[in-house]
């Protein structure tokens, strides 16, 4: 699954500085120098994080963008947008939100806390020493885990790599950063979210939808609960399905209904799998022999995780089989040309029925009809033996 996160702005009723310029105005000399010093300290923190704590994960930058400031005596509270990149795999730097605290000890300023904002998610290193395992094609960061453990991750990951890149022959990194916490409940601070919310789901993907470049870069993050009991192919699949998510990122944007952004994951992690339909959406296939194939396309709703788990799996069998139509009837060339056409819409209106039109040549409902059909040859219940 992809969490898609947009930048919102917070504000605290905090005195702004933007960019390394004043607030607006001009500031007294003394002003300016008390915020150079600042700056000075939260500099000086950024250089402590890249050469001592974070030794082991290859940065390639890290540093934070003051944007507001509380001062009061000998103390102060800044807000902060913290920026890092991992080198030979983020194009765009992760982002986080930090307030820091400093006091003033003999003309020098010094930070003394060092914590994510209000409502901001964590990131791995404040839940404790942050251990590194490097794959041919991935990078493991883990917090409170078995090395062993995060060697096999590390692996699988590598392997998700070619995969996905032979489904999804588009520009990208070909590489993938996993971090694999301590508990579900460290997952949760991560994303910034409760952890409730993730206690059935193996792993999710960060990121920006439409990211260009500079937009801030993917994590995988692994459910470290919910994961290990997944057999080979299920850890294998999980990994393919949050790497395409990885690998799309630049071409999924507000218009992708989640059907299709989670079933072309799921489209590319089942690809050459040799898995049947029955077998791969057993819930679906169920329903559809229970009452027939439902009336439409899951909606976005319907992959919320706070529902009922049948629900869930069926709306992400019901996505990957749209996909896998799409690929059976069209090609898989036109599959990848509608993901992009969509995604480029940039809003949702319209925006299916535009690629449906421009790339596959039908209408909305002529395509969901073809989809209910192709549920009922692929999960309708088999004929009845000879003679019976």
């Avoid at 004043?22 to 050469?51: F, S, W, Y």
Wanted: hydrophobic fraction near 45%; glycine fraction near 12%; charged fraction near 25%.
């Amino acid at each position: 699954m992809a969490v898609r996160r947009r930048a919102v702005a917070v504000a605290l009723g905090l005195l702004l500085f933007s960019g390394g310029s004043g607030a607006a105005g001009c500031a007294a000399p003394e002003d300016a120098a008390r915020t150079g010093a600042l700056r000075a300290a939260v500099d000086r923190r950024a250089a402590e994080l890249r050469n001592r704590d974070l030794a082991g994960v290859p940065l390639g930058s890290l540093s934070y963008r003051i944007t507001q400031v509380r001062e009061d005596g000998g103390r102060a509270i800044v807000r902060a947008e913290l920026g890092y990149r991992v080198a030979g795999y983020d194009s765009g730097p992760v982002t986080g939100e930090r307030t820091l605290e400093l006091t003033e000890r003999d003309g020098r300023w010094h930070v003394t806390s060092d914590r994510p904002a209000p409502g901001a998610p964590q990131q791995l290193w404040d839940q404790g020493d942050v251990d590194v395992v490097r794959g041919s094609r991935s990078l493991v960061l883990g917090a409170g885990q078995d090395p062993a453990r995060l060697r096999a991750v590390a692996a699988a990951a590598d392997r998700a790599v070619p995969v996905v890149s032979d489904a999804w022959p588009e520009r990208w990194a070909r590489r993938v950063v996993v971090v694999v916490p301590a508990s579900l409940e460290a997952m949760g601070a991560l994303l910034g979210a409760p952890a409730a919310g993730y206690r059935g789901v193996a792993a999710v993907t960060t990121g920006e939808t439409g990211g260009g470049p500079d937009a801030p870069a993917d994590r995988v993050i692994v459910n470290p609960e919910a994961y290990p009991v997944l057999g080979g192919f299920g850890q294998d699949m999980v990994l393919t399905h949050e790497t395409t998510h990885v690998a799309t990122r630049a071409h999924t944007s507000a218009a992708t209904p989640m059907w299709l952004s989670e079933g072309f994951a799921d489209w590319v992690a089942y690809r050459g799998s040799g898995r049947t339909a029955a077998q791969a959406a057993p819930e679906l296939r169920e329903a559809v022999r229970a009452d027939g194939p439902p009336v439409g396309l899951p909606s976005d709703e319907d992959f919320a995780f706070s529902g009922d788990p049948a629900a869930l799996a069926r709306a992400y069998e019901g996505g990957w089989l749209a996909c896998a139509l799409i690929a059976d009837r069209w090609g898989e060339a036109e599959l990848r040309a509608f993901y992009r056409a969509v995604g480029a819409h940039g809003t949702r209106d319209g925006a299916v029925e535009k690629a449906l039109h421009d790339v596959l040549g039908t209408t909305p409902d002529a395509f969901t009809a073809q989809w209910r059909g192709y549920l009922r040859d692929r999960l309708g219940r088999p004929a009845a033996p000879a003679g019976a």
